[in-house]
């Protein structure tokens, strides 16, 4: 059975930084990707790396996140620095399958179940 578990989300001040963290167990995927979702918004993309390691970017994100996986852990990170009150949202991990990278969420099959971040002014 396929399992996405995330964690490390949680309260922080602007300007600070949170690890978030996604457990895959069950089967190995081609990307790994983390979502977000902020109340009365779509869910959008903010980051994948492919299982060779190749990370890819939300405009949004670039430059203040990044993006790695530990292969041997089958385990995904988002480190987020100089977080802004704007990226407040529930994180998703997902994955998927495939030869292309893919960023619309309706391309992920599999999914976490979330974590919360809160940044405050």
């Known amino acids: 059975q396929v399992q996405l578990v995330e964690s490390g989300g949680g309260l922080v001040q602007a300007g600070g930084s949170l690890r978030l963290t996604c457990v895959v167990s069950g089967r190995t995927f081609s990307f790994y990707g983390w979502f977000r979702q902020a109340p009365g918004r779509e869910r959008e993309f903010a980051a994948v790396?492919?299982?060779?390691?190749?990370?890819n970017y939300a405009d949004s994100v670039k430059g203040r996140f990044t993006i790695s996986s530990d292969n041997a852990k089958n385990t995904v990170y988002l480190q987020m620095n100089s977080l802004k009150p704007e990226d407040s949202a529930i994180y998703y991990c997902?994955?998927?399958?495939?030869?292309?990278?893919?960023?619309?969420?309706?391309?992920?099959?599999?999914w976490g179940q979330g974590t919360q971040v809160t940044v405050s002014t």
């Open positions: 997902a994955a998927r399958d495939g030869v292309f990278l893919r960023l619309r969420p309706e391309d992920y099959l599999s």
């Open positions: 790396i492919s299982r060779s390691g190749m990370p």
